[in-house]
Each structure stands twice: as structure tokens, then as C-alpha cells.
């Protein structure tokens, strides 16, 4: 039985000569960078790949699902509870769509990148839920399909019986994105033609889902919500989307009206995204006066992956929060790119008060700074995607700030799973 003590991964299985390397990052332009050329992303490649551990794996992959079912709860419970309405304060615009939804029952998380720090299966915890990222998974799949492809590589990995990850099939999103529509009654020709709305802005995510849709065999269109019309025949779609600002959705009534009433299929749904995004989920999911939601044998297992998460102002004073500024960190309920992430111990007591007190702060999330994982002067995470609640695949994101995200440098080492895909 693996232990609190297991490391998550054997880190690395290879550390790749750099000609190696070279051409994995040859393959990492053509079909991650290329198709992403308008956004000018940046896709930059550790020269390592890693296997999480045989024992600690089984378990870590329980607590992760077991942490998306209860957000799932969340996203259920939401439309009927005025106090997870009070506590979550989604912005009006968005909480009107939630609320219309017409079977609040049957919400699923459809999707979700889990982002996780620690090293041990003991302290890894999630710093927060991804229902809007598949673009990043989409390119981690094509880099440890390209690591696979290598020779010296490729043979460790056989020699280990290292098997693949179902993040690595080509088609993965297009052939989950079309079942999801034939799930809710979408004819095969309605599926030929796929929607990916997104917001203004650099967005490299809808360009990677646009080319991995169209190298499924469809036809793709890309529109902000705001030029959505049924007269379009657009019948499935995805959504990237994260409502940092919240104000463009004044603007989509047509869009959210169509996926609402199921007339434009889209996974992760707004009623179920809008919820799930909030940061402050991580607080309910925490805070002892929400655990009548979740079952009784889950609440251990949110206890282990969950660390302690207050809502500033409601469930932690503000007073409390500034005595406690080395250990906790404070975010916006619906930041990104980590542009919104204070952390106590790289700010002066007076610097930290002074955000603490501030009062656009008031109710954002407050929560146990986590040790990440480092490998010499390099932090890292552990990203754990889910999808239809079963684990699709794992990346690692490693950065010399304290703050790992590809936003801000930095670089993606790939892991992998140690169990056959489900």
C-alpha cells in the first residue's frame, strides 16, 4: 500500500541528450507552436521525462477524482442553495445563466485540469480546478507522443512497460468532443461542423483545439459568443473561456440562451463552468460549514488533497489573515496566469497587511501556502487532467519563480502514468 512518504514520480526516467531533445522540440513546432502561430505561444520543453509512482499513483488518482465529484456537487447544489449563491458571489451576469439551467441535477464536470503541488503523495494538494484549458493538454499529449517516437526514449519506456496515456491519442478531443454531442442527441451530420467560441485576446488554446478538430475530420469555425447565431447551423461547440471579467457576457444572450436550452451543444456548461472556475470552491470544498454536501467517506479524502481555504472576510478575518502572512497565499476567485496570486512570504508585513486590507480583496480566496516540488533551482507542479471522471493524463510545469505557469516562463517536463488508460 503506498504510503504518505511515496514520491509522486520516479523523476527522471531520462534525462535526453540534448540532440534528442532537439528533435522532439522539431516536432513540438510543427504540431503544438504552428498551429498556435497567431497567439505567439510558447511551448518550451524540459529535457526529461518522468513515471509517476506505482504505489503512490492508485491513491493519488482516488483523492484527484474524489476532489472533481465533490466540485461536482458544488456545480449541482449551487442553483438551489442560497448560501453557496452568497459564499461563491459569482457576478450577476453570469449567475442569471446559472440559475436558468433547466435540470441543475444532471450538471456533470465534464472536464478539469487539476494543478497540484508536492512532491510526496502526503503533501500533494490542489491549488485549484481548469475547466476551460484542454489546449495545454492537447499539447502535452503530442509531446510525450513525441518523446515515444524517439529511439533512446521510446525503448526505456517499452523496456518499462511504460503504457500510454489516453492524452496521447491523436484524436482524443474530437473523438470525446463528437461523443459528448451524440450523447445529447446530435445527429452525425451535426457534428461535421464545430464551433470554438472564445474570448478577445491572446488565447493559444483555441487554435490547438481548432487543429486537432480538423484533423479529426471536421470543419471549424472560431467566433467570440457575442457573434453567435442559430440562423449559423452550428450545432456543437467548445467554449474557452475564463470570466476574469465577466462584463463581454452582457453581450452573448443568443449564445447562452442556445447552450442553455441545449440548442447549441457545448461541454462544460455554463452553469457548471461559471461554478466550477470559482476559486472560492476550493473554500467550500475546506471549510467544515459546507461538509453536509459531500459524503461522508469523502470528506478524508478532500482533507488530503484539499489544503486550508477561507473565503477572506467570511471564514477568515482580515486580521487573522495579515498575522498569518507567512504561511498563506491570496487569490482572486477568478484569476489566470497567475497575475492575480499573492503569496505572504514574498511580501513585507506591511506590504502584506496593506493587500490584505485592501478592499477589492475582500472575499477573495485565502489558502495554505503548499511546498512545491523542486528539482535543483526549478519549482514544479503536477497537473492532473480529468475527463468524464476518469484521469486522461498528467504534465508537469516547472519555473524558477515561485509561480508556475508557461505565462511566465519556464517549461513543460512530460509524466506518465505507470497503470494502462482506463
Known sequence: ??????????????????????????????????PAAPASVSFPVLPAVGVLHPRAEPL?????????????????????????QDFLEVPPVLHRWIVRHPRPESLTVDFCRLDLFGDRLGTARVLEFNASSPGSVIG??????LWRRTAGVGALLDEWRVPPGRFEEADWFTAWLVAHGRAHGLTEEQTRHVGIFHTTGRNPDRHLIAEQVRRGGRTTVQRVPSDYSPGDGIRLGYLKHVP???????????????????????????AQRWVAE???????????????????AARAALRSIVPWS????????????????????LKAPYGYFGSSVRIGR????????????????????????????????????????????????????????????LARGGGLQTVLSSRPAP
Open 1 to 34: 500500500m503506498a504510503t504518505p512518504r511515496a514520491r509522486l514520480d520516479c523523476w527522471p526516467v531520462a534525462r535526453t541528450p540534448l540532440p534528442t531533445c532537439a528533435e522532439v522540440r522539431r516536432g513540438v513546432a510543427e504540431e503544438v507552436v504552428r
Open 60 to 84: 493519488l488518482r482516488e483523492r484527484v477524482l474524489t476532489a472533481v465529484d465533490c466540485l461536482q456537487r458544488i456545480v449541482r447544489a449551487y442553483p438551489a442553495s442560497p448560501a453557496l
Open 140 to 145: 502535452a499529449g503530442v509531446l510525450a507522443r
Open 244 to 270: 476574469a471579467d465577466p462584463r463581454p457576457v452582457r453581450g452573448w444572450d443568443r449564445f447562452c440562451a442556445a447552450v442553455t436550452d441545449g440548442e447549441l451543444v457545448v461541454p462544460n456548461v455554463l
Open 278 to 296: 470559482n476559486k472560492l470552491c476550493l473554500a467550500v470544498l475546506s471549510d467544515p460549514r459546507f461538509a453536509h454536501l459531500f459524503p461522508p
Open 310 to 329: 477561507r473565503k477572506l472576510g467570511d471564514g477568515i478575518t482580515v486580521e487573522q489573515a495579515v498575522a498569518e502572512r507567512p504561511r498563506l497565499v
Open 346 to 405: 514574498e511580501h513585507g508585513p506591511e506590504e502584506w497587511a496593506g493587500l490584505v486590507r485592501a478592499p477589492r480583496h475582500r472575499g477573495w480566496l485565502v489558502q495554505e501556502r503548499v511546498a512545491p516540488a523542486t528539482v535543483g533551482a526549478l519549482t514544479r507542479d503536477l497537473c492532473v487532467a480529468v475527463l468524464d471522471g476518469t484521469v486522461l493524463g498528467y504534465v508537469s510545469r516547472a519555473n524558477r519563480s515561485s509561480l508556475v505557469n
